[in-house]
């Protein structure tokens, strides 16, 4: 059982800035594509980033030049860096891993950011 922990979240001013950290319990190797997601209130889940095996990285056009993915292959850790906040920013931010071979897709338990003055 793939395990994933977000940590990071908070409550930030506009145009402050945040680093989610996903942990996972196995190797990040193990999974071809980790992303990040959020869901605000009354909103579906969204795509914010992602970033591949290969180190391909892809973002939601709302957070692109914003936000940025990226990893520590040795801590098995995935982090999103929020920078330039914005109100519309708020959600609860959720790790995800996706195993193709395995047809697998992990969540960890989900970290709040809120973006308020």
């Known amino acids: 059982q793939v395990q994933l922990v977000e940590s990071g979240g908070g409550l930030v001013q506009p145009g402050g800035s945040l680093r989610l950290s996903c942990a996972a319990s196995v190797s990040i190797f193990s999974f071809n594509i980790m992303a990040w997601y959020r869901q605000a209130p009354g909103k579906q889940r969204e795509l914010v980033a992602s970033i591949a095996r290969s180190g391909l990285t892809n973002y939601a056009s709302s957070v692109k030049d914003r936000f940025t993915i990226s990893r520590d292959n040795a801590e098995n850790t995935v982090y999103l860096q929020l920078n330039g906040l914005k109100p519309e920013d708020t959600a609860v931010y959720y790790c995800?891993?996706?195993?193709?071979?395995?047809?697998?897709?992990?969540w960890g338990q989900g970290t709040q950011v809120t973006v308020s003055s």
């Open positions: 995800n891993a996706q195993n193709f071979q395995l047809r697998a897709s992990s």
